[in-house]
């Protein structure tokens, strides 16, 4: 069983950049798809990109593409979510879930994650 932490998280006006880290303990971080998620006050938690775990693919959310990158750092166990050009509409809880499923798939629901870490709050003004 894998446990996540989520750090990085914090307050910037719009069109600043954050760095979101999802730091694993318990097992390879690599062991996992690992994906980020997003829940905005009154709305319900949704994805935002995703890295598979064998082969590096990713994927995103339209509405991220072009401003956020995934990427994962073996040697530090950690998976981590660059986000620039931040937006009003981005700011929200972000959470970091591992999931087990294919080896080159990166799940786009809830359902595909089967271990969430806490999450980190996001807040862009603008």
């Known amino acids: 069983q894998v446990q996540l932490v989520e750090s990085g998280g914090g307050s910037v006006q719009a069109g600043g950049s954050l760095r979101l880290s999802c730091a694993a303990s318990?097992?390879?971080?690599?062991?996992?798809?690992t994906g980020w998620f997003r829940q905005a006050p009154g709305k319900e938690r949704e994805f935002v990109a995703g890295?598979?775990?064998?082969?590096?693919?990713?994927d995103f959310r339209d509405s991220v593409k072009g401003r956020f990158t995934i990427s994962r750092d073996t040697a530090k166990n950690t998976v981590f979510l660059q986000m620039n050009s931040l937006k009003p509409e981005d700011t929200a809880v972000y959470y970091c879930?591992?999931?087990?499923?294919?080896?080159?798939?990166?799940?786009?629901?809830?359902?595909?994650?089967?271990?969430w870490g806490q999450g980190t709050q996001v807040t862009v003004s603008s």
């Open positions: 890295i598979s775990r064998i082969g590096g693919r990713t």
């Open positions: 318990g097992r390879t971080i690599s062991s996992y798809a």
């Open positions: 879930a591992a999931g087990s499923r294919g080896p080159f798939y990166v799940g786009m629901s809830e359902g595909e994650y089967d271990y």
